[in-house]
């Protein structure tokens, strides 16, 4: 089942007025961290890739603790395939 988001939500990456999440697409919602409340579009995953806690991705962010250019890692949470929780920040 697809998680119906609020059309004001906030999409990591797209930064500009009306930019939030599109009908279609498939969101995870980052938790913790830097980005925390942001919606990640995750359509060219499969399933199984989402919700793999191996996977997840290292996100382009200023506002982690590596400063401009650094990244924040968030992983699939096993208790909740809509979200991702930080792992922590890397250079």
Same mark, same amino acid.
Not at 19 to 37: I, K, S
């Given at each position: 089942?697809? %998680?119906?988001?609020? #059309?004001? +939500? +906030?999409?990591? *990456?797209?930064?500009?007025?009306?930019? $939030?999440?599109? #009908?279609?697409?498939?969101?995870?919602? =980052? !938790?913790? *961290? #830097?980005? @925390? &409340? =942001? =919606?990640?579009?995750?359509?060219?995953?499969?399933? !199984? %890739? +989402? !919700?793999? #806690?191996? *996977? $997840?991705?290292? =996100?382009?962010?200023?506002? *982690?603790?590596? &400063?401009?250019?650094?990244? !924040? @890692?968030?992983?699939?949470?096993?208790?909740?395939? &809509?979200?991702?929780?930080?792992? $922590? @920040?890397?250079?």
């Amino acid at each position: 089942m697809t %998680q119906q988001w609020s #059309p004001d +939500r +906030r999409v990591y *990456g797209d930064d500009g007025p009306g930019q $939030g999440p599109q #009908p279609g697409e498939t969101y995870v919602e =980052l !938790a913790g *961290g #830097p980005l @925390d &409340g =942001l =919606l990640l579009e995750v359509t060219w995953m499969s399933p !199984a %890739q +989402r !919700a793999d #806690p191996e *996977g $997840g991705a290292c =996100l382009i962010t200023d506002h *982690g603790a590596h &400063g401009p250019g650094g990244r !924040a @890692d968030y992983a699939p949470d096993p208790d909740d395939p &809509g979200r991702w929780t930080w792992r $922590g @920040d890397v250079p």
